[in-house]
């Protein structure tokens, strides 16, 4: 026969409620997390092989990596124009990525070695920098709005 259910008292739901309420206050400081590394080193070794295929694509020893390799051959060797479009437009959008997360973090009246942190971080990363950022932003409305 199994135990009893024991049901949890009022008491410790409300000291798990009270430990998610952050104050407003802790939100004033500067803000800084690093990006998870395996999805940063993901993002940034693409980025040098997209290059690589796009301008040095005699480098590469596509021959060992099978059909993905054939496949890459095929798309520096027949559609070379719309690869390196492709990879200027990711470089852009990598670039307006971290200018825009530099003006998020001024404006949320960060320092301003961390807002090039945060710039710099965006720029090589992209997006998952700047939805740290963002989800901090939202988080630290919603606690000014629950303070007030």
């Known amino acids: 026969m199994a135990p009893p259910r024991v049901l949890p008292s009022s008491k410790t ?3 798990k409620d009270e430990s998610k309420d952050i104050s407003a206050a802790a939100y004033d400081e500067d803000f800084f997390r690093v990006s ?5 080193i993901v993002i940034v070794l693409l980025m040098i ?11 590469l ?3 060992a990596l099978g059909p993905l390799g054939q496949f890459v051959s095929y798309l520096a060797n027949d559609h070379l124009k719309i690869l390196r ?3 200027r437009f990711a470089l852009m959008a990598h670039f307006l990525e971290a200018v825009f997360a530099y003006r998020i973090s001024r404006r949320m009246n960060f320092s301003r070695v ?8 965006t720029a090589l990363v992209g997006f998952p920098s700047l939805g740290l950022l963002l989800r901090y932003r939202k988080d630290r409305e ?3 709005e629950k303070t007030n």
């Open 49 to 59: 092989l997209f290059w690589f295929v796009c301008y040095k694509i005699d480098v």
């Open 114 to 121: 961390t807002s090039f942190k945060w710039m710099f971080q």
């Open 13 to 15: 739901s409300k000291k």
């Open 36 to 40: 998870p590394i395996p999805l940063t």
């Open 61 to 63: 020893p596509l021959y």
């Open 85 to 87: 479009l492709c990879f």
């Open 142 to 144: 919603l606690a000014k």
